[in-house]
């Protein structure tokens, strides 16, 4: 499908300004290189294990996941669950690229999100993610316009840091085969486990978990100071691995046996198998949960989550209405385990104390950072302090951040062109009638 040829050809009088940069977009992607992953974040492991929860745990565990889909906060999408479940008291939430809200309470920048109950629109915590699967697609190189790509990128979740609150998931993570296996990836030199999240991770049909680094952790720089998106530059950079947290993620499948059983494309993984990996420094990602299903449109500025019903039925709501309901059985649901390896219980300490001298203040992260960038000429010395935080953002963001492009076999052109129109202002409704027969709805 010769989607520039297309382009060209519908354009009829429509103003030429707008033909040429689609049509580089279109064609400059053909030369780019697929994956460019810095050296760094190559060759690490990443291993399968069946069985790892048994079947005692599974049933209460999942009794659980349930329960806190009651609550009143139930599944949040992941735009706002790590600051309304998880950290909900973060040092510095933004950079500075805070714009206030609209009056109609939407944010009008397309890479902007309301900060919780705030009148500020900041970048949310994972930009780096849904900014690369919305713009290329994914591995699978998804072509649908950003509004359908945003929704399908929104998983639910709800980040949970005191494992002594739920005394099962206690016991399952002190459980000699569980260590065993948790130490595994830990380096050979750091053996020291230090326990400090888990998360219950929920996927509606349609929806995936898309390819990315888990939140970093650094001497003096965590997602309790800066935005987590900045964690990703620091760890892409390089510029900061002397401070460097290795860490071992765990992830188990708690999700219906019905679901493992639908085999139709995108199906799930078996019931208690758990995978183990780095996810710090190993770029991840799981595929589209039955990708022919249409997820429900997902608005970026409304509050969505995932709520448990009773009696194995779960709804999804926006700003309180329920757009769709759905069986456990049609669900995907996985539970995260999260540690930091040290070589020492003095090493732990150490970082668990966070003296003053061991930290990084946000100011002395984006110094080192923006005088990289003059160095690699991205940046003039005076461009340097005259840029707007925003646009800072963004440059950190496509200059540091290398998550690979969709591989040939998936796509020649390796952007998605269907997100193009709503960067496009007041062209947008001819630019998506130009490319509509080439584009998912």
Not at 65 to 90: C, F, H, S, W
Not at 167 to 182: R, T
Not at 232 to 260: C, E, K, N, W
Not at 274 to 288: E, I, M, P, Q
């Amino acid at each position: 499908r010769f989607v520039a040829f297309a382009v060209f050809a519908g354009c009829g009088q429509m103003n030429f300004k707008l033909l040429v940069p689609v049509l580089l977009a279109l064609a400059v992607p053909l030369a780019v290189k697929r994956a460019h992953i810095p050296q760094h974040l190559l060759g690490h492991i990443a291993l399968h294990q069946d069985d790892l929860i048994d079947a005692e745990s599974g049933r209460k565990l999942n009794e659980i996941l349930r329960q806190m889909g009651a609550d009143e906060i139930g599944y949040p999408t992941n735009i706002a669950a790590d600051l309304k479940t998880g950290v909900k008291k973060v040092q510095h939430r933004h950079v500075g690229e805070a714009k206030p809200v609209e009056a109609d309470g939407s944010c009008s920048h397309h890479l902007l999100v309301r900060d919780g109950n705030s009148s500020d629109c900041i970048l949310p915590q994972r930009i780096d993610v849904g900014k690369h699967f919305i713009m290329t697609g994914g591995p699978e190189a998804i072509r649908e316009p950003y509004e359908d790509m945003i929704s399908r990128v929104s998983s639910f979740g709800r980040y949970l840091f005191d494992l002594k609150e739920l005394p099962v998931v206690e016991k399952l993570f002190e459980n000699p085969k569980f260590l065993h296996f948790a130490k595994s990836v830990c380096p050979k030199d750091k053996q020291v486990l230090d326990p400090f999240q888990f998360n219950f991770i929920l996927s509606v049909p349609g929806q995936t978990v898309a390819l990315h680094l888990d939140s970093p952790y650094f001497l003096g720089a965590t997602r309790f100071q800066v935005p987590q998106w900045l964690l990703a530059v620091m760890v892409f950079s390089g510029l900061f691995q002397d401070r460097f947290i290795d860490q071992v993620q765990v992830v188990g499948y708690l999700h219906d046996q019905m679901a493992v059983e639908d085999r139709s494309s995108g199906g799930l993984g078996k019931v208690s198998t758990s995978f183990r990996v780095d996810g710090s420094k190993t770029l991840h990602a799981a595929g589209v949960f039955k990708p022919e299903v249409k997820t429900p449109f997902l608005d970026k500025d409304k509050d969505n989550a995932l709520f448990y019903a009773g009696d194995e039925r779960w709804e999804l709501r926006s700003e309180g209405e329920v757009v769709q309901r759905y069986n456990s059985s049609e669900l995907r649901m996985t539970i995260v385990y999260r540690a930091r390896c040290f070589a020492s219980e003095k090493e732990r300490q150490r970082y668990l104390k966070q003296a003053p001298e061991d930290m990084l203040s946000l100011e002395g992260i984006l110094e080192t950072l923006t005088n990289d960038l003059v160095a690699r000429r991205k940046l003039s010395r005076e461009q340097a302090t005259s840029i707007h935080r925003l646009d800072l953002a963004v440059m950190l963001l496509d200059t540091y951040i290398k998550y690979p492009l969709p591989d040939l076999q998936h796509a020649m052109v390796p952007l998605n062109y269907c997100a193009l129109p709503r960067r496009a202002g007041r062209f947008h409704e001819p630019l998506s009638r130009i490319l509509s027969p080439f584009c998912r709805r």
